[in-house]
Structure formats: C-alpha cells, structure tokens
C-alpha cells in the first residue's frame, strides 16, 4: 500500500469509529448507565473496533499463512490495511478519551494508545513487521468479553449468570491471546535480534515490556475482582448460615 492509501485507512477508521460513537448515542441505554453516557459510548464503540479486529485478524492468517512464517517481510493489503485500520482506532479513542477524561484517570491508556500508534506507525510506514503487528491484534480476541465485562458492570448486571460466564471466558482467553500471546511475541524478538533493524527492536522491547507490565497488574485486578471477591463472600455467607 502506497503512503495516501494508508492515510485515506488511517483517516476513515477515525471517521468511522466517530460515527459508530454518534451512533451508540442515538441508542437506549441503561439507566444506571446515563451517569456515565460518555463511558458507555466508549467502550460500545471499543466492542465493536474489537470484534472486526479480530476476525480480521485471524482472517488475515488463514487467507495468507505465508506471513506466520515470516512476521517481518510478508505480508498482504488485507493485513496492510488491519493494521492501517487499527491505528485509526487507537487515534480516535486517544483523541476521546483525552477530550472526556482527567488525565489522573486516563493516563493509563493514554499511554498504552501511544506506544501502539507508534509500533504500528512504523510497521506500515517502512513496510515491515506488518505480521508481527497482526500477532499483536490477536489480543482484541480477548478485548470482546473485556469490554463485554465493563458494560455489564455498568448495566449493573455483575451478579447474573451471562457476566459470571463471560467473566470465565475473559480470563481463559486473556492468558490466551494477552498474555501467551505477548510471551510468544518477546520470545519471537529476542530469538530474530540479528534481523530486526536497531529502532524497531527497540520500539517492541520497550512496547513488549510495558504492554507485559500492564497486563498483568490488570490480570491481577480481574482476578481479584471477579473470583477472589466473590469467592470470599461465598466463603462468609455459608459462615453465616
């Protein structure tokens, strides 16, 4: 893909995402939700980028297998596009989450969106690791049931049996495809140091190493949270009886 094509990608995602935000707007929405609208919309939008993403990605392996034997030269427009297609998302949640959240509580990811558009800016900008980056959009496998779990909470559905099922799912697919998956990705780039170019080792290692750190202090919270709690009161409810 040509550098205007990749901008045309980029700018029609943001475009896109803007609306499909609008639009979550235009919807009903639960009422313990309307405290926080902005939220809801937010991680609405957030579902939906997730869900294309990745069947995107794993279509992108299977119509072109080529590329998971070499993540830095091969790769095709399909996945070109993906991760043209992501950066644009990233864009437009920086960009709204930066416009609607005090930076104490959005630094977080603020941060994460920008060590993201930098590692896929640079993979589409030089035409290379654009298989690396695909890897790295299999985590949004496990970012559906992620976000499914924060507009549960905020429907003030986290006692009924969809949120505990998809609480399981969340963690079996979050060591899946976060964290195995960003094991497999530090081991990959440690193993190919002779063949990865002195800015982009050092890109994903500083990117591999604070993606690596944030996942598992948000391992840990979903564990605590959803397990380690409810467990607890399950254990002081039969004390009781």
């Not at 550098?3 to 475009?15: A, E, H």
């Not at 598992?216 to 959803?226: A, E, P, Y």
Request: with cysteine.
């Amino acid at each position: 893909m040509e550098l205007s094509s990749v901008i045309l990608t980029t700018g029609s995602s943001v475009g896109f995402f803007r609306l499909v935000n609008a639009g979550f707007g235009k919807l009903p929405m639960p009422e313990s939700a309307c405290r926080n609208a902005w939220k809801w919309r937010n991680i609405s939008t957030s579902i939906v980028h997730s869900f294309i993403t990745a069947i995107w990605a794993v279509a992108c392996f299977f119509l072109h297998p080529q590329m998971a034997e070499d993540l830095i030269e091969t790769h095709s427009v399909f996945s070109y596009a993906l991760v043209s297609f992501s950066i644009g998302y990233f864009i437009y949640d920086f960009l709204d989450m930066f416009g609607n959240q005090k930076l104490s509580q959005a630094w977080e990811l603020l941060f994460h969106h920008i060590v993201v558009i930098a590692c896929f800016g640079f993979s589409v900008l030089s035409s290379r690791y654009v298989g690396f980056s695909v890897v790295a959009l299999l985590v949004e496998i496990n970012s559906v049931f992620l976000h499914l779990r924060q507009t549960l909470r905020m429907a003030n559905n986290a006692a009924g049996t969809l949120y505990r099922v998809n609480s399981i799912i969340n963690l079996g697919t979050y060591v899946v495809f976060r964290i195995n998956t960003l094991a497999w990705m530090t081991r990959w780039l440690v193993l190919n140091r002779d063949n990865v170019a002195l800015l982009a080792y050092t890109l994903g290692s500083v990117g591999m190493a604070i993606m690596t750190a944030m996942n598992i202090v948000l391992f840990c919270r979903l564990l605590r949270s959803d397990f380690l709690k409810s467990k607890a009161r399950e254990t002081k409810k039969e004390k009781e009886m």
